[in-house]
């Protein structure tokens, strides 16, 4: 029988919303004693626990057809591969977000990345930071560290830094500020997929079919409310991502039901909206799954 293996961060920032997404998706899993291999037991899914940037390099050697990483490690390691060809992106999954910038010693006085020309770049992604620099016609030394990359220029080994930020604490901590963003980046669903059986690609579709009812749903609200029938036009277009919702005579009334998914979020601002138009008895919920 086919399976498939998916990679996913056994430890870190993204190790447990990875685990979350597969689990809303109806997998569960067996875990094996030293728990880096996960056996799938309603699914023929299996899950692989390894380090976030051996996701991508498992995925070009072939040991499993998917893998959840930040799209920064991706890139890098496809840059350094040159597989970019090779793995294709298949979904965003809305966590772990976060940028990678250029930060200077807040004594610098560069006022953008074109300055940076000539200058020693320290950072821990240098195949990504080199392919953006030269994005912008910027040809810089690169500084390969391994980590505390925010240390480089106050010990003198680098004028500026290529790093992930998330709040810029650390970048403050460290007297540094910063100067561009020159990537951005969430978890992904990764996979290399060309050249799998049709059996594998049938357990695919299907496993994406469920991540996409999942990403839709957590996206999604559930609208229920009264209105009068002359306001139900007025009432759709306040909808947020809604065209055609469901609408109930309701017995002994001249007033309707309506019933409504909203694909995007929904704010006190529409409530109050909704009520201004007439509409009453408004309920919000959330939406467990979806299957289109």
């Not at 390894?50 to 959840?68: A, H, K, N």
């Not at 940028?99 to 074109?114: D, H, K, M, Q, T």
């Amino acid at each position: 029988m086919s399976r498939l293996r998916v990679a996913i961060q056994k430890s870190g920032r993204l190790s447990e919303r990875s685990q979350e997404v597969l689990k809303s998706c109806g997998l569960k899993f067996a875990r094996s004693k030293d728990k880096l291999f996960w056996y799938g037991q309603d699914f023929p899914v299996d899950l692989l626990l390894v380090r976030d940037d051996d996701i991508p390099r498992l995925l070009l050697d072939g040991v499993c057809e998917l893998g959840i990483v930040g799209e920064n490690i991706a890139m890098e390691v496809m840059l350094e591969r040159d597989g970019r060809d090779q793995l294709h992106c298949l979904r965003k999954l809305g966590f772990g977000h976060c940028r990678l910038s250029i930060a200077v010693p807040e004594e610098r006085g560069c006022a953008s990345i074109s300055e940076l020309q000539g200058m020693r770049i320290a950072t821990s992604y240098p195949e990504l930071t080199r392919h953006l620099l030269k994005e912008q016609n910027v040809q810089a030394t690169i500084v390969e560290l391994s980590g505390s990359v925010e240390i480089a220029p106050g010990l003198g080994t680098a004028d500026a830094i290529s790093d992930l930020v998330s709040t810029g604490t650390t970048l403050r901590a460290n007297h540094l500020r910063e100067l561009d963003v020159l990537f951005r980046s969430e978890a992904a669903l990764y996979g290399r997929i060309d050249g799998i059986s049709a059996a594998k690609r049938e357990l695919l579709d299907r496993l994406l079919a469920r991540l996409e009812g999942v990403m839709q749903a957590a996206e999604s609200k559930y609208v229920m409310l009264h209105a009068p029938r002359e306001a139900l036009q007025k009432i759709t277009e306040l909808l947020p991502g809604v065209e055609h919702p469901s609408v109930m005579p309701l017995e002994g009334s001249d007033r309707i039901a309506v019933h409504a998914v909203c694909g995007e979020k929904v704010f006190w601002e529409h409530l109050e909206a909704l009520k201004a138009a007439g509409a009453s008895a408004i309920l919000v919920l959330p939406v467990e799954k979806m299957l289109a």
